[in-house]
């Protein structure tokens, strides 16, 4: 949330999920949020559109489209033409082959060979791009989470079910037109159709002999890799692991990512960004960078004290009310349930010991500075 507001500005509104509870709790929520904090109609149309595909202007351009059959069925979607059989997609049968039609049915992620048969009888693939009237989809929040309220829903939203908005609405929905979109469209979603669209195989400390090919690399880490004899292959390397796949196999990491640790080891935030080094069973060490005129919330912990040692920059810390200046070379020692905070005057970087038993990250109390 904060790195959208650092790079979208205030200019939008912005309605974060409390946790991640799939598609349909957070379209609801969002949709509660127009209706009940920005006071937008129920018949004003709405279009939903996932944040990964790489497209062309003219796929905003059909957006138009869209809201205008929503006088004529109460569900719109987007259908993209397919460009290969794919078991990653599902399918929309359409009943004509015009830009827009009505749906007969939609078959889920299918194998290879039922895939080349829906495309030969004009299946499109599902992109996940709806379109409805926002009283329709607060209806089915009433009926199916039990509550169309904003406040409501986020104070449920951790107990409400993980459900998508293909699985909740859209199967059981009868009366459903789709517009056809045959431009440019990429789901970047995974690995491999992400490195179709890179402007250079390789981004950060990356070498690789001659022999590579159809090779990508994306290093995020401080660690330089080399690469030798590798066809087809993607790597990925950050703070939170590497990952080192076959292009072709790159799409099934999903199961892989839900069985690890999943503790943030890296996050950039609209007031700089923070870095764990190292973690042990009674401290945690963290490279905290502050942008010039960032500041820490006033907060305290009740479970651990910290050291931080300034690195570079020049900035202010606030422990117990009382500020002190701190250049890079300093020191400062923070005891545990002591509030303190930090003021970046100009760039400032931090290493940061936190020292307990249970360092975890609610551990946490925020509080209102003094004036």
């Known amino acids: 949330m904060p790195l959208i507001k650092k790079f979208l500005g205030d200019e939008f509104d912005l309605s974060p999920e409390p946790c991640r509870r799939n598609t349909f709790p957070s379209i609801a929520l969002a949709a509660a949020y127009l209706h009940d904090v920005k006071h937008v109609d129920l018949n004003e149309a709405i279009v939903v559109c996932p944040v990964d595909p790489y497209v062309d202007d003219n796929f905003f351009a059909q957006f138009t489209t869209l809201a205008a059959q929503i006088d004529l069925k109460p569900l719109v979607l987007m259908g993209v033409e397919p460009t290969y059989p794919s078991e990653k997609y599902g399918y929309i049968i359409p009943r004509t082959s015009e830009i827009v039609s009505e749906v007969v049915t939609f078959k889920e992620k299918p194998n290879l060979v039922d895939a080349k048969k829906f495309i030969a009888a004009g299946a499109l693939w599902n992109g996940g791009i709806f379109a409805f009237k926002l009283g329709y989809v607060l209806d089915k929040a009433e009926k199916i989470l039990g509550t169309s309220a ?89 703070p939170e692991g590497i990952l080192v796949s076959a292009k072709a196999a790159s799409s099934y990491i999903k199961p892989f990512v839900e069985r690890l640790d999943k503790q943030i080891r890296f996050a950039e935030k609209s007031w700089g960004s923070f870095k764990i080094i190292d973690v042990d069973s009674e401290s945690l060490t963290v490279k905290v960078t502050l942008n010039r005129g960032s500041r820490m919330k006033y907060h305290s912990h009740e479970r651990r004290s910290e050291v931080w040692n300034f690195i570079a920059g020049t900035g202010r810390i606030i422990i117990d009310d009382a500020e002190k200046i701190v250049h890079a070379g300093d020191v400062v020692n923070i005891p545990i349930g002591s509030k303190h905070t930090v003021i970046a005057d100009e760039p400032l970087k931090i290493i940061e010991v936190q020292i307990g038993r249970d360092i975890t990250a609610d551990d946490k109390i925020i509080w209102q500075e003094l004036n």
């Not at 079910?161 to 789901?187: L, M, Q, T």
């Not at 066809?231 to 950050?238: H, M, P, Q």
């Open 150 to 238: 904003h406040d409501t829903l986020k104070k449920i939203y951790a107990d409400l079910p993980n459900i998508s908005f293909d699985y909740a609405v859209v199967e059981h929905e009868k009366n459903i037109s789709v517009v056809r979109y045959s431009g440019e469209w990429k789901d970047i979603g995974t690995w491999n159709t992400l490195t179709e669209v890179l402007a250079s195989n390789s981004i950060g400390q990356v070498q690789s002999d001659t022999t590579c090919a159809n090779l990508h690399v994306i290093n995020n880490s401080d660690v330089p890799i080399i690469c030798m004899g590798l066809r087809d292959v993607v790597i990925a390397a950050g």
